[in-house]
């Protein structure tokens, strides 16, 4: 082989290796702990950073992404399933040019696709791997079996909790619920801990040491901390705003909160090897049903 042949080859290599999206879930146990909230404010302080990111909204009950960013979506992901709409059709340009996607109904209809469906929806999904870097995909409270598939077929998910005794007793349900299925195991997916509505960073820490105890104790599944966002009066004063926090009050404590768990997340490398993108994960999805 001559150097020209050998350069080609390594040209030809270099770009057979798809670009995948790297694809965070984020959950719950219980609802109405925070996730939408931290979803669009950490899809902001990444666009921030100079990421290309999309939110998908999973939560096919509600519409609060779409109400927290003030936009309203022509076309859901049913549309590109079934409607024959392209990716561009579904991607709705929201503040700070964040892209969002509502998964509609589309989410529960994938079971009744088609194999010619199937293909479509991947290339589609691969184009999205390839203009995004990150996609941050919002779910509904974790119990369920949908929300379940999502995080089996996650590389990366995002545990929100608050220091409600509920709260923490169900995102304990929702491990030992992952801890029983063989598909789940987090040497291939990292589960990373939020605790919402802390009086203070240090009772976040604790309650996570405490947790991360009768975790270690009885389930064989590892989780991370990745930190606390406090109480914070302009949370629910944005939502009625429809505007993310962190653009409306940048000085806030909640502000400051989310900022350092986006850098957290950002230094993170070790992901790169694990990622899967968007494409690969919905035909996880998919194949788990079937
Ligand atoms: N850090 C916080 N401080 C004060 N209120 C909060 C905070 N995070 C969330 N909330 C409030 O909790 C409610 C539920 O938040 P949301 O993000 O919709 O949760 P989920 O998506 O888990 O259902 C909202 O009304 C919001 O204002
Ligand atoms: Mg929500």
Redesign the pocket.
Known sequence: MDQAEQLRNIIKSQSRQRKVARVITVT?GK????????SVNLAIQMSKLGKKVIILDADFGLA?VEVMLGIRPRYNLADLLFKGKDIKDIITEGPKGIGFISGGSGIQELNHVSREQIIDLTHKLDEIDSITDVIIIDTGAGINDIVLEFVIASTETLL?TTPEPTSLTDSYALLKILDRKPEFSTTNSTIKMIV??VESPAEGKELFNKFNVVVNTFLNNKIEYLGS?????N??KA?IQQKPYSILYPNSQ?TKAIINLTNILCENTQEVQKRKGISQLFSNLIHSRR
């Open positions: 719950s609802g109405g702990v925070g996730k939408s909230s931290i609060n929100v919402n509505r966002i406090p109480q914070d009066s949370v629910p939502i909640s």
